[in-house]
């Protein structure tokens, strides 16, 4: 958590993610609990983070909450970093036809982060949610953006996978999740059979630029009780469609593809 590797900076952006991943006002005795950093240390850099905008104190309460320059920042991110805006009237119109839950995820490190959803007219609960990161070994959108990264970067980010066994159905180990990725690659989407969550199931597509380049991954997701696999992949042609119409906006407005020469460049 610290960040020690990366000096004060890293230290102090550990700090934030802490304070921010209570998902709640969080006392200095909790951050303290679970922080390696030194008492005066994690308190100097609190202070500096407060004074900075970046989390915000209440004395009367004596807690910690994520500040109101993070916030700004934070959506400065979303707006030209995510997917979310150009992938909108694609999310409603695919949850439109399908009447089941849609998931738009992009990779964040080594793990997945839900940028956004859209619920199905009868809605489930299940574990992800809007801005919330998950697994990226045991999920449909997780597995399929795995699918498509480039060697190096694969075995890179399979580095950072747990392997924890969720359920029965979660792959245990590296070498199975490599063998899924090569039927994934070949057909040109995947599933989730319950290897994250008991009784919820999904099929999802790359989001893939003009290069191949991995933008992120659209998923539908259902329960076992009211669908299954085989209808799910039934909506695979529809899910394709609009993941190709995601892409193209995309690369068109926020993420166009460089050629190797320009990057070479840099």
Known sequence: MSGSGDGTVGKAL??????AGFGRPVRF???????????ATLYRLLQTLTNQGMVAYDPERGVYSPGMRLVRL???AWAQSSLAEVARPYLDRLSREAGETVH????????????????????????????KVGPAYCTGVGKAMLAHLPADD???????????RFTPATLPDEAALRAELAEIREHGYGFDREEHEPGIICVAVP??????????ALSVTGTTTRTNLAELERLVPRI?????????????????????EAEEER
């Open 14 to 19: 550990g700090v934030l993610d802490q304070v």
């Open 207 to 216: 989001i893939l630029s003009g290069r191949g380049r991995c933008l992120g």
């Open 240 to 260: 394709k469609a609009a993941a190709q119409a995601i892409a193209e906006e995309a690369q068109h407005w926020r993420f166009p593809d460089r050629p190797v």
């Open 29 to 39: 005795s909790e951050l303290l609990e679970q922080s390696d950093l030194p008492k």
């Open 154 to 164: 694969l075995t890179r980010v399979l580095k950072q996978q747990s392997f924890h």
């Open 104 to 131: 738009l995820a992009q990779l964040d490190g080594g793990h997945v982060l839900y940028v956004d959803k859209r619920n199905a007219a009868d809605p489930v609960e299940m574990y992800s949610q809007s801005g």
């Open 74 to 76: 934070a959506h400065a």
